[in-house]
């Protein structure tokens, strides 16, 4: 059993910063890619970010103010996100790939608002 559990949402103002982390644990090889969904109420999941190996994808809408990172060695992926928009608001979800099956986090909130 693999599990990923997220931490590090929470509100802030526009303008402001947020680090999300995750943490995969269980049963797993390598996760390979690893990142962050998000999903905004009456919207579908979308890719923030992912990682895989030495490359990087992120969606435009976040090019320049996120950056995703990973440990191999602990199995974990965090998500800085600096000069946040309430478009940004949304339930953000890490997910990571192994031995051919996806999996995901419960999903950690994020707020912005004035």
């Known amino acids: 059993q693999v599990q990923l559990v997220e931490s590090g949402g929470g509100s802030v103002q526009p303008g402001g910063s947020l680090r999300l982390s995750c943490v995969a644990s269980?049963?797993?090889?390598?996760?390979?890619?690893m990142g962050w969904y998000r999903q905004a109420p009456g919207k579908q999941r979308e890719l923030v970010a992912n990682?895989?190996?030495?490359?990087?994808n992120y969606a435009d809408s976040v090019k320049g103010r996120f950056t995703i990172s990973r440990d191999n060695a602990k199995n974990t992926v965090d998500l800085q996100m600096n000069s946040l928009k309430p478009e940004d608001t949304a339930v953000y979800y890490c997910?990571?790939?192994?031995?051919?099956?996806?999996?995901w986090g419960q999903g950690t909130q994020v707020t912005v608002s004035s």
């Open positions: 269980g049963n797993l090889f390598v996760m390979n890619p």
């Open positions: 997910t990571g790939r192994t031995m051919g099956v996806d999996y």
């Open positions: 990682t895989r190996g030495d490359s990087t």
